[in-house]
Each structure stands twice: as structure tokens, then as C-alpha cells.
């Protein structure tokens, strides 16, 4: 049975280490303070739209404490964190064990990879909406739960080899992808989830009131099409238009629901508005592109 780590137990990797857990999968989680208290005290308590509510026996470690070896490792701490893991990583690793960085922010497969070259770090992203709602307890609202994953072309790693862990996955309930271009997928979870964050956090606002014509909807667009004419000029070959895209996926969402960073600023809490939103103007900027809507949710978030 293939040994399963999540890094970060949050709402991503909280969704995911409970749906292993639910399919009997050996999964261990990696998390800190009384999160971890909770869980090692409760189980992982999920409360899923698509599985129900459920209390799940997973074993849970620090970084620091954990010793084993996985097959398998879902990277799945914020952008910000990144550093932080270059030890776990590599002490958890073999040289047939597969890392999948499901982040946020656009070319962290391979930051990771030259983070810990020792290891065979792919990529993948998420299409979830997921949150810690309490100590050990996670969240996962609406019927998105979609996982896309892939190697580089120049990693040489055998399709074979990634499609049996998604066909695993997709026997725990999980939607997975393996993609045949996953820059390009990578490229666009960015620009949907940075549009996404930074209409919700400069309008307060949840995504219900992005699913209605009128400003708040007008920004996401202004974003979508900001960073699409950044992807062009990547290079980024879109199978749809990526406007309608984004529209698609914020459309389906729960009404109620927020991004993770949204809910971080409100809180006065770190957050990755460097790589959602300053990140994509330092690049837009590179690129020659024009970014009037970004700049103005810029306005109100500036770098301190």
C-alpha cells in the first residue's frame, strides 16, 4: 500500500488526508500547535459536502518529529512556507517517492525542485474550497474537488507512473487530471485563484456577489483578462478562452465561500497577497502588459 504524506493540513491538505483516510489509504499528516493537538486527540475531524461529517484516525506529526518514508508527498503549506520544508522533504523522500506541490502560486513545482534537487518533485494545483473551521477540524464546501497534476517535459518521468497514484485518488473521491501540460495548467489555477482572492479581499465581499453583474463581477473580469494577456505573452496555449473560464469555475463555487487569503487579511494574519497579487504585477510589468485593474486592488493592499 502506497504511504501517503501531507505537508500543511489545512483546507487542501486537510480535504485531502481526509478522503484518504475515508478510502483506507495510509496517509500521515504533517501540522503544528493545537491543530495538531486536536487531531492527535480527535482524529482529523472533516466536514465535507461530498463525504459528510466524519472524525478520522490519522497519525499526525510535527516536521520536526516525523521519521518515515513516503511513496507519495502533497506539499500543501502556503507559498510563504515554502523554505520551511526543505528538511522534512528530504529526510521523508527515497528515490522513488513523487512530491506534488499543490500551491497557489505559479512555478512552485520547480522553486521546490531546486529547493531539494535530490528529490522528483513534479507540480499540480487544485480547484477546491477548503478551510480549517476549528482545532483539527477542516471544512470542504461545494461538489469542486479537482486535482490536476504533471511532470515537466524535460523531467522525463513516465505518465504511467503519475496516472496509478491519481487512479488512487480517484477511488477516494477526488477528481484528478493528469495533465499534458501542466505549466499551463499551473498558469491558470494562478491566475483564477489570484483573480478570485483579490476581487473577494478588495470588495469584502464572498463569491456570491462575484456570481451577479455589476462591480464586483466587473473586477474579476478586469483581473481574468489582465492575467490571460500575461499568459499569451508566457506562451501559455489555452484550450477556452480563459475569461469564460474563470467565469465557469467562480460560478459554480458555494455563494458563502471566501479565498484563503481573503480570509487571512481579515484576520490580520499572514497571507500570500505577495504571490496573488504583487507577484502577478512584477511579472505583468516585465511582460509590458496592462494592468489597470490590478493596480487598482493594488492601491488599497500596498507593500508596507
Known sequence: MRKYLIIGTGGVGGSIAGFLALAGKDVTCIARGKHLEAIRRNGLHLKS???GDHYLPVKAFTSEEFEGKADVIFVCVKGYSIDSIKDVLEKASTPD????????????????????????????????????????EITQMGTIFRLVCGARPEQGIARERIESIAEELRECGIKVDVS?????????????ISAMACT?????????????????????IGLSQESAAIGRKLGVKYLEDPVAYNLKVIDKLDPHSTASMQKDLARGH???????????????????????????????????
Open 270 to 304: 499572514q497571507s500570500e497577497i505577495q504571490g496573488m497579487l504583487f507577484d502577478m504585477i512584477d511579472l505583468g510589468e516585465k511582460l509590458g502588459v496592462k494592468l489597470n485593474t490590478y493596480y487598482k486592488v493594488a492601491q488599497k493592499f500596498r507593500k508596507v
Open 97 to 136: 517517492t513523487l512530491v506534488i506541490p499543490i500551491l497557489n502560486v505559479y512555478g512552485t513545482g520547480p522553486r521546490i525542485g531546486r529547493m531539494v534537487p535530490s528529490v522528483t518533485v513534479i507540480d499540480g494545483c487544485i480547484y477546491i474550497v477548503g478551510f480549517v473551521s476549528g482545532e483539527g
Open 49 to 51: 459536502d461530498l463525504k
Open 200 to 220: 473577494g479581499a478588495y470588495h469584502d465581499v464572498p463569491m456570491g456577489e462575484v456570481q451577479h453583474e455589476g462591480e464586483v463581477r466587473d473586477t474579476f
Open 180 to 192: 499534458d501540460d501542466i505549466n499551463r495548467d499551473t498558469f491558470i489555477k494562478w491566475a483564477f
